[in-house]
């Protein structure tokens, strides 16, 4: 289980992040939500070690990961699928799953079938250029290099965004089949109300860099979660 606990952020002399905490569970997706601008992103960074945090404790299966680099917080098992994807451009789509490979010993630097079951899409365009895939594709082929590095914890933020709605469904079949096998914990930063609330498990709100609501999903009627998200 990965546990962030009285996080704090700032960018210079602004604090972004004021004593923010969540749990995400194994076989579980925990999404954060909440308007523009309220620390939904600089949340994610903080974890996946891409941006330093002042203060807090984040763990991950009890082991503390206190303020590691990108690279130690990968190692660690913390996937991380930044928004606008990232994908390497002049790099094909083999080339960039491949750079999944440096968490792993060299004994698993291959590319496992079910990374081309999950995404068909990407088998077929195995020799094609990053940077000439549609938004959707080169999403897709984030989320798979993420899964290369066989992660504990996955973290999305806004998978969802300039991306066609078949492409939007695909996503969100994918993203329930990994909660279902029950192996990753998986956290989804994502503005698409109705893709959040159809797919999370447990619910966190930040309202000012602040943890408005935090409760099982079950918990929260859907008209309840549209009013404190935008507040």
Same mark, same amino acid.
């Given at each position: 289980?990965?546990?962030?606990?009285?996080?704090?952020?700032?960018? #210079?002399?602004?604090?972004? !992040?004021? $004593?923010?905490? &969540?749990?995400?569970?194994?076989? +579980?997706?925990? *999404?954060?939500? @909440?308007?523009?601008?309220?620390?939904?992103?600089?949340?994610?960074?903080?974890?996946?070690?891409?941006?330093?945090?002042? #203060?807090?404790?984040?763990? !991950?299966? $009890?082991?503390? &990961?206190?303020?590691?680099?990108? +690279?130690?917080? *990968?190692?660690? @098992?913390?996937?991380?699928?930044?928004?606008?994807?990232?994908?390497?451009?002049?790099?094909?789509?083999?080339?960039?799953?491949?750079?999944?490979?440096?968490?792993?010993?060299?004994?698993?630097?291959?590319?496992?079938?079910?990374?081309?079951?999950?995404?068909?899409?990407?088998?077929?365009?195995?020799?094609?250029?990053?940077?000439?895939?549609?938004?959707?594709?080169?999403?897709?082929?984030?989320?798979?290099?993420?899964?290369?590095?066989?992660?504990?914890?996955?973290?999305?933020?806004?998978?969802?965004?300039?991306?066609?709605?078949?492409?939007?469904?695909?996503?969100?079949?994918?993203?329930?089949?990994?909660?279902?096998?029950?192996?990753?914990?998986?956290?989804?930063?994502?503005?698409?109300?109705?893709?959040?609330?159809?797919?999370?498990?447990?619910?966190?709100?930040?309202?000012?860099?602040?943890?408005?609501?935090?409760?099982?999903?079950?918990?929260?009627?859907?008209?309840?979660?549209?009013?404190?998200?935008?507040?």
């Amino acid at each position: 289980m990965l546990s962030v606990e009285n996080l704090t952020l700032h960018y #210079g002399a602004s604090q972004i !992040l004021h $004593g923010v905490s &969540l749990t995400a569970r194994p076989g +579980a997706v925990t *999404a954060v939500m @909440g308007t523009n601008g309220v620390g939904k992103t600089s949340l994610l960074k903080a974890i996946a070690g891409r941006h330093p945090y002042s #203060g807090g404790h984040i763990t !991950l299966d $009890g082991a503390v &990961l206190d303020h590691l680099s990108a +690279a130690q917080a *990968a190692r660690a @098992g913390i996937g991380y699928v930044p928004q606008g994807r990232e994908v390497f451009p002049l790099l094909t789509v083999t080339e960039n799953l491949e750079t999944g490979f440096a968490c792993l010993p060299k004994s698993d630097h291959r590319i496992p079938s079910r990374i081309y079951d999950l995404f068909p899409v990407l088998d077929q365009m195995k020799d094609r250029r990053g940077g000439d895939l549609s938004g959707g594709q080169q999403q897709q082929l984030a989320i798979a290099r993420a899964l290369i590095a066989k992660p504990r914890v996955l973290l999305l933020d806004e998978p969802t965004e300039g991306i066609q709605p078949n492409i939007i469904k695909q996503i969100g079949e994918v993203i329930g089949l990994l909660r279902d096998e029950g192996e990753i914990a998986i956290v989804l930063v994502e503005q698409y109300f109705d893709f959040a609330y159809g797919l999370a498990d447990d619910l966190v709100v930040l309202n000012r860099g602040e943890v408005r609501l935090s409760e099982p999903a079950a918990m929260v009627e859907r008209d309840r979660l549209l009013r404190e998200v935008s507040i």
